[in-house]
């Protein structure tokens, strides 16, 4: 009986592939590369093992491999997730991406590439390994320090860039060399359809899988999930994208609705499977005589990546505002290269436009900066210790008062806040309508004028159609005003500042006019559109505002409802913390999360009788007991086996208190929110009226279930305040708390 080859090659693959992972998980290291290994051993260069024989079947497995990769990427990204990122996460990464690609291009051309070759070595230099990172973190034990917060941030922020090169790459391929013209186009293209996906996925996605909600169990809900992600590839393929970048759009989009984590679990095998073919082939592409021959380039780019990327990465730390301590272990953290740098190097290869050392090359950096990572973060602190010896004290005081200077918070002005609103309100509401025109000219009215005769009539019923489809759109471009008290304030209280907002509001409507008259002059004469047409579409979309403005509240209201959904839903299950893990540097103290074992001998005890706070100046910022949350627990609270507690502090602070901790906690990680409890930092001024009250007086702790943990007066620092304390004005105040209820608390 005849069997395929395809099957043949797929049983040699995962039978070599778990075999060889099963030894890499034997000696705790990256299952990536035993997959590439395995594919080293089966691949036609090596003739000790079966090898592959229809490689081409097993390249199309390794593309759906890809695209299950990074529907999985987004399914864990969200776009809540990036929101989330902090600034100082957004500039450090941002910094390290631009120096490593300038530099990895330099090094590129300076060692004799071409000019493909080194744009490509680039952009595989930009992304650091998630997996490799999280597993030196947990074998470390530092996922509870300060510094872990920021790389995630980084780690985030990677991933969009590196999905945003995997659209721009093609098209550098294409015509041989930067075009700076072609580059804006295609973003600007790509950052179009990215907010039209967005707005109609997050309209329609959660709407429909709550309404079919009873029909879908496991089965039906994996294949549609699938099938939507195959359909969003085919559409991005369709309008010039990256089949990667329509994957991972539809798992960002998914990840937005209360199906994401059951949709990620019941995909996992799927990702796990055709990941693994991926990876193989990848190894299969290796040649070990290639990776010998080009000895010097991998030694080189080795040095590049960690030297490079500790710099950059520290650099830009530095820059955001972390303290120096904090940057070096950020820099040191991030010196490997990830699982992109092979898909990016693929897709040269698929392109047809890098050489053939590219990929060798990328794998061998890749598997020596695996190896020395785990050392690099744990010799971080000795490493920082070092330089403090080498340091000028000059410049180690300019550090500290710049890092201390970018934590003083500037209140935000009421008219950059309206200002948001308006942007916010003016590029949704143009992105729709936009693309209603364009389908209304390339589909809408195509077909019309098939089926009408009269070019008059059929150019009338495309108007009147794409006018109502697209009025509440217009209404909310031309009239919708930003929800919040900011304006108010500049319109009711401040009469100077009406000037701009009167101006704004010109400007938007005549947006909305040149773009009804953009749509008519394709039908009609500019004559007629301009002197007829326009102005009784005008008239009638004025007479009409208000159903117009109904409707156009409906949609908005289905939008946010669906935005916020899986939030609200989790929030209703459990309560959820946001531990602020990318802004709460607030010095160096952040917020950790620690479960209590039923062996803790201080189970039963009260606060009081701990005396952490103390001892270690230690603070305990919730206690969540099930689906209770103890909001800044008293002096009288008891812990109890299980109970999951939050605690402020520094590194310096945590590993004062490291003996309690590693013998009487399990430390766990959890990026989700127990119910919105940041460390915020608030200014005494006119907005929160708080000047010469006490911090007991002040009713902070009642107003924002929280407590004060810190004071910055005239640079200098009050930790852990007396309830007696007298804030004064310009106080810089640290809380932690209910992160909505600081907000009303400085809006008051």
Same mark, same amino acid.
């Given at each position: 009986?005849?069997?395929?080859?395809?099957?043949?090659?797929?049983?040699?693959?995962?039978?070599?592939?778990?075999?060889?992972?099963?030894?890499?998980?034997?000696?705790?290291?990256?299952?990536?590369?035993?997959?590439?290994?395995?594919?080293?051993?089966?691949?036609?260069?090596?003739?000790?093992?079966?090898?592959?024989?229809?490689?081409?079947?097993?390249?199309?497995?390794?593309?759906?491999?890809?695209?299950?990769?990074?529907?999985?990427?987004?399914?864990?990204?969200?776009?809540?997730?990036?929101?989330?990122?902090?600034?100082?996460?957004?500039?450090?990464?941002?910094?390290?991406?631009?120096?490593?690609?300038?530099?990895?291009?330099?090094?590129?051309?300076?060692?004799?590439?071409?000019?493909?070759?080194?744009?490509?070595?680039?952009?595989?230099?930009?992304?650091?390994?998630?997996?490799?990172?999280?597993?030196?973190?947990?074998?470390?034990?530092?996922?509870?320090?300060?510094?872990?917060?920021?790389?995630?941030?980084?780690?985030?922020?990677?991933?969009?860039?590196?999905?945003?090169?995997?659209?721009?790459?093609?098209?550098?391929?294409?015509?041989?060399?930067?075009?700076?013209?072609?580059?804006?186009?295609?973003?600007?293209?790509?950052?179009?359809?990215?907010?039209?996906?967005?707005?109609?996925?997050?309209?329609?996605?959660?709407?429909?899988?709550?309404?079919?909600?009873?029909?879908?169990?496991?089965?039906?809900?994996?294949?549609?999930?699938?099938?939507?992600?195959?359909?969003?590839?085919?559409?991005?393929?369709?309008?010039?994208?990256?089949?990667?970048?329509?994957?991972?759009?539809?798992?960002?989009?998914?990840?937005?609705?209360?199906?994401?984590?059951?949709?990620?679990?019941?995909?996992?095998?799927?990702?796990?499977?055709?990941?693994?073919?991926?990876?193989?082939?990848?190894?299969?592409?290796?040649?070990?005589?290639?990776?010998?021959?080009?000895?010097?380039?991998?030694?080189?780019?080795?040095?590049?990546?960690?030297?490079?990327?500790?710099?950059?990465?520290?650099?830009?730390?530095?820059?955001?505002?972390?303290?120096?301590?904090?940057?070096?272990?950020?820099?040191?953290?991030?010196?490997?290269?990830?699982?992109?740098?092979?898909?990016?190097?693929?897709?040269?290869?698929?392109?047809?436009?890098?050489?053939?050392?590219?990929?060798?090359?990328?794998?061998?950096?890749?598997?020596?900066?695996?190896?020395?990572?785990?050392?690099?973060?744990?010799?971080?602190?000795?490493?920082?210790?070092?330089?403090?010896?080498?340091?000028?004290?000059?410049?180690?005081?300019?550090?500290?008062?710049?890092?201390?200077?970018?934590?003083?918070?500037?209140?935000?002005?009421?008219?950059?806040?309206?200002?948001?609103? !308006?942007?916010?309100?003016?590029?949704?509401?143009?992105?729709?309508?936009?693309?209603?025109?364009?389908?209304?000219?390339?589909?809408?009215?195509?077909?019309?004028?098939?089926?009408?005769?009269?070019?008059? /009539?059929?150019?009338?019923?495309?108007?009147?159609?794409?006018?109502?489809?697209?009025?509440?759109?217009?209404?909310?471009?031309?009239?919708?005003?930003?929800?919040?008290?900011? !304006?108010?304030?500049?319109?009711?209280?401040?009469? /100077?500042?009406?000037?701009?907002?009167?101006?704004?509001?010109?400007?938007?409507?005549?947006?909305?006019?040149?773009?009804?008259?953009?749509?008519?002059?394709?039908?009609?004469?500019?004559?007629?559109?301009?002197?007829?047409?326009?102005?009784?579409?005008?008239?009638?979309?004025?007479?009409?505002?208000?159903?117009?403005?109904?409707?156009?509240?409906?949609?908005?209201?289905?939008?946010?409802?669906?935005?916020?959904?899986?939030?609200?839903?989790?929030?209703?299950?459990?309560?959820?913390?946001?531990?602020?893990? !990318?802004?709460?540097?607030?010095?160096?103290?952040?917020?950790?999360?620690?479960?209590?074992?039923?062996?803790?001998?201080?189970?039963?005890?009260?606060?009081?009788?701990?005396?952490?706070?103390?001892?270690?100046?230690?603070?305990?910022?919730?206690?969540?007991?099930?689906?209770?949350?103890? /909001?800044?627990?008293?002096?009288?609270?008891?812990?109890?086996?299980?109970?999951?507690?939050?605690?402020?502090?520094?590194?310096?602070?945590?590993?004062?208190?490291?003996?309690?901790?590693?013998?009487?906690?399990?430390?766990?990680?959890?990026?989700?929110?127990?119910?919105?409890?940041?460390?915020?930092?608030?200014?005494?001024?006119?907005?929160?009226?708080?000047?010469?009250?006490?911090?007991?007086?002040?009713?902070?702790?009642?107003?924002?279930?929280?407590?004060?943990?810190?004071?910055?007066?005239?640079?200098?620092?009050?930790?852990?305040?007396?309830?007696?304390?007298?804030?004064?004005?310009?106080?810089?105040?640290?809380?932690?708390?209910?992160?909505?209820?600081?907000?009303?608390?400085?809006?008051?």
């Amino acid at each position: 009986m005849h069997l395929p080859k395809l099957i043949e090659d797929l049983a040699l693959i995962l039978f070599a592939g778990a075999v060889v992972t099963l030894l890499f998980r034997r000696i705790r290291q990256p299952l990536v590369l035993g997959y590439i290994i395995t594919g080293l051993l089966v691949s036609p260069h090596v003739s000790l093992f079966p090898t592959v024989v229809d490689e081409a079947n097993v390249k199309i497995l390794a593309e759906l491999g890809v695209i299950f990769l990074l529907f999985s990427l987004g399914l864990e990204f969200s776009f809540k997730k990036l929101m989330r990122v902090g600034g100082a996460a957004s500039i450090t990464a941002l910094i390290e991406i631009a120096c490593v690609i300038v530099a990895g291009y330099t090094v590129g051309r300076l060692i004799g590439w071409n000019n493909i070759d080194s744009i490509f070595l680039g952009a595989l230099l930009a992304s650091s390994s998630t997996t490799i990172i999280l597993r030196a973190f947990d074998e470390l034990g530092m996922k509870g320090k300060g510094f872990a917060g920021i790389v995630f941030g980084v780690l985030v922020v990677e991933d969009l860039v590196v999905i945003l090169l995997l659209v721009l790459l093609p098209t550098i391929a294409a015509s041989q060399s930067f075009d700076g013209t072609t580059m804006l186009l295609t973003l600007l293209k790509l950052l179009f359809f990215l907010a039209l996906w967005f707005v109609l996925g997050i309209f329609l996605l959660p709407t429909f899988l709550k309404k079919m909600h009873k029909f879908l169990d496991e089965e039906t809900l994996l294949i549609l999930s699938i099938g939507l992600c195959l359909g969003m590839v085919v559409l991005a393929t369709r309008v010039g994208f990256s089949a990667e970048l329509g994957a991972f759009v539809m798992g960002s989009l998914l990840a937005e609705t209360t199906s994401a984590e059951k949709i990620e679990d019941l995909s996992r095998p799927v990702k796990n499977v055709f990941g693994a073919v991926f990876f193989v082939s990848v190894g299969m592409m290796i040649d070990p005589r290639a990776i010998l021959e080009n000895k010097w380039p991998v030694i080189t780019i080795v040095l590049l990546t960690i030297v490079g990327k500790f710099v950059s990465t520290t650099i830009g730390a530095i820059i955001s505002g972390q303290p120096l301590k904090q940057s070096v272990q950020v820099g040191m953290s991030m010196a490997q290269i990830g699982e992109f740098a092979f898909i990016i190097a693929s897709l040269g290869v698929t392109l047809g436009v890098t050489s053939n050392f590219l990929f060798p090359v990328a794998v061998g950096v890749s598997a020596i900066t695996t190896f020395t990572t785990p050392y690099l973060i744990k010799y971080s602190e000795p490493f920082y210790n070092f330089l403090l010896k080498i340091i000028p004290p000059k410049w180690l005081s300019a550090l500290n008062r710049y890092s201390s200077g970018t934590q003083k918070i500037q209140a935000e002005s009421n008219l950059k806040i309206v200002l948001k609103g !308006y942007l916010t309100i003016i590029f949704a509401n143009g992105i729709v309508i936009i693309a209603i025109m364009l389908l209304s000219v390339k589909i809408i009215q195509p077909f019309l004028f098939e089926k009408i005769k009269d070019p008059f /009539y059929a150019g009338l019923i495309s108007i009147i159609g794409t006018l109502l489809i697209a009025a509440p759109f217009f209404w909310g471009l031309m009239q919708k005003r930003p929800a919040n008290m900011a !304006y108010k304030e500049l319109w009711l209280n401040k009469k /100077y500042n009406r000037g701009p907002l009167l101006i704004i509001e010109v400007l938007r409507n005549l947006l909305g006019a040149i773009l009804i008259g953009f749509l008519l002059d394709h039908f009609f004469s500019g004559r007629i559109a301009l002197l007829i047409l326009l102005p009784v579409a005008l008239v009638l979309f004025f007479v009409f505002a208000k159903r117009i403005q109904k409707f156009y509240g409906r949609l908005e209201l289905r939008f946010l409802t669906n935005l916020h959904e899986r939030e609200v839903a989790e929030r209703a299950l459990r309560p959820i913390i946001d531990t602020g893990i !990318y802004d709460l540097s607030a010095w160096d103290t952040h917020l950790s999360n620690y479960k209590i074992p039923p062996e803790a001998v201080y189970v039963g005890q009260a606060l009081i009788a701990l005396q952490w706070r103390e001892k270690y100046g230690v603070n305990i910022a919730y206690i969540k007991r099930g689906e209770r949350i103890i /909001y800044a627990p008293k002096r009288n609270d008891v812990l109890y086996p299980y109970d999951e507690i939050g605690l402020i502090a520094t590194d310096e602070q945590l590993q004062t208190a490291q003996p309690v901790l590693d013998s009487k906690f399990e430390y766990f990680n959890n990026n989700a929110l127990v119910e919105d409890v940041v460390l915020q930092k608030i200014v005494v001024d006119e907005f929160t009226k708080l000047k010469n009250m006490s911090i007991r007086d002040s009713g902070i702790r009642e107003r924002t279930n929280g407590l004060v943990v810190g004071i910055e007066r005239d640079n200098e620092r009050i930790v852990n305040p007396e309830s007696s304390t007298i804030l004064e004005w310009g106080d810089i105040i640290w809380i932690v708390g209910n992160k909505q209820k600081i907000k009303t608390l400085i809006k008051q």
